[in-house]
DNA sequence: TCATTTTGCGTAAACGTTTACGCAACTATA
DNA sequence: TATAGTTGCGTAAACGTTTACGCAAAATGA
């Protein structure tokens, strides 16, 4: 049915192992063969049937994907830089939204360990224990993105401990001495352990003893930011809040307003992440932003050049990026 | 190196083919075999090598999904539609991105082809010239969701026909009368056609002569919210705006708001579309919701009763969700 | 009890590719 | 011209699975 690199020995007078060798570039084959061959390849439409090249190489060029089924959008730049570095390399990238079914997840990754991917890679996943059982059997290279799951795992992620300093250090200076954190009370174990530091340490590096209780809400969600704002009442016990997802940060903007407050004189927000979202409120909103795309690509380009060793971490720049969500105490 | 059903079937003192039937659950076996080789499996941590079974087989359950770059969100819904009966139906998706740039798509579609993928679901792609040779000289069963490419590709889609009906008489019945289309002049052709066409057809069915002025914007953007409304100045000459997409009518939204202008009084708008970004803007945008998620589930779960001919049309249903941005001139 | 059917399983070929090995023909070197 | 090295390509096995076919044993029926 199909035409095989058998169709084309037959038609070139060559043997199966030349063809392969010219169409792979791969081994000894004369110019003059090779073009024949890439000739008839052509007219004869062929298709590289890539399941017996993986079958007969025992090992594939496929990677795959882990991406949370509420994927924050984040994850599309983290793609979107992954897709090109693929297409650099000539990976093929198997993406698959895992749902928050255990048993739906196993069957998913199970059907990317069949398909004898040679790693896999999570996206701002914390794997739940039978998930993560599986993918360790398995031997597969895993790779972390986003987040952080043990030191067995090599991680792509921005700095957020860093990320925390950038922030406070921002809203220190504009005059802001209550500084809440919205969003990374407790999910995302160690991402949110990290951030949770992070700030502590950045306020008390400037000598402000931070609030327990304004550390709240564990969602990456919309609705974390506006019941942050409910939660808290009017008026609000601080000038700034930090939103630890776009998506939280929108809610508490639209939450205060709502309330009837303005943003940035009532409440100050700086939001972590930095995606389109945050260009599209009113006001724009002041964020720090990552560089997702260049995760997507490290992740490709390391596991290429095979740098990656069990416990390496490696951390993509973060940057403020200022908007108008952000009061001035210094100008009043 | 890894465990293979020779494996198996070594250790339960059986023939390949006797696990392979099991495992597959396909021809004959006793059950008392079976249970054995099922433990087996999983003592050993056996996982099918899908390659061999995709070339044993000459036909995969992959189904190759390819989703613009530049995906408007609504992408997501599909997608999750199709991954929730992937599950059921036991098929895999492959969900690849494609790039504007021509040998990228190439390179990227022939991978897909590579994989011998017995489905090729295409979301709002116009496939550009080159791609779509591709697609056509590949037989491989395609088909085209939330967009229409031509009576060849079997479509799964809202009516956009009927969805202007249903905008236009919402508008109407509010007392609007003077209703601008932003976002379908001239690109998504056949779609932007459609719709411009059942805009026409519904003024004309309320007695109201279509202004061609009033036809704006082409690229479903953000950019091209905002410049519709530079384009037609302040004080507008329309009571109403259709967003195209939704992304286009938060441009709208904020880019009137920001030209002074109070939504919904000044400027009604009603959305195409209906995903979370509606929710997330003040006021609130009233829209039209497209069922993008049972779109993603008809699109494999027909293909699989293969129900699906050439030239089949699958609508999906659309309704109102009423929002805050349409004004009611009748409690006037 | 004998004939027939059913059951459980093994044999072997096939899917399309890659690659180690080897050989003949050619090229370079002295 | 003899020798050694190189080049181009064919042979054949291997990858792990599926499945048509067939056979012996067991079950069924009379």
Known sequence: MAITIKDIANKAGLSPASVSRILN??????AETAKKVHEIAESLGYFKNQSAADLSQKQSRVVGVLVPVAHTNFADEIIKGMQHTAYELNYELLITFIDTDEKKQIQTVQSLLSRKVF??????????????????HANVQLVSISNQLNNKIPIISSNNDLMMHQIVDHL???????????GSSERYPIVAKIRRKGYIDALAAKGITYNPDWI??????????????????????????IGSADIISVGLLNAAQDAGLVVPNDLSIVSVDGTE??????PILTTIEQDFQMMGHLALSSLHEKTLTENAIIYTDTKIVLGDSVRDFNNY
Chains 1, 2 share one sequence.
């Open 119 to 136: 790693a896999i890679f999570m996206l701002a996943i914390d794997a739940p224990t039978a998930l993560f059982e599986l993918l360790n």
């Open 172 to 182: 220190y200076q504009k005059g802001h001495r209550k500084i809440a954190l919205i």
């Open 25 to 30: 570039n791969h081994g000894r084959f004369s």
């Open 277 to 282: 979202l945050t260009q599209l409120t009113r």
């Open 216 to 241: 709240w809400g564990f969602q990456n969600t919309y609705q974390t930011g506006l019941d942050a704002i409910q939660h808290f009442g009017t008026p609000l016990p601080f000038t700034a809040a």
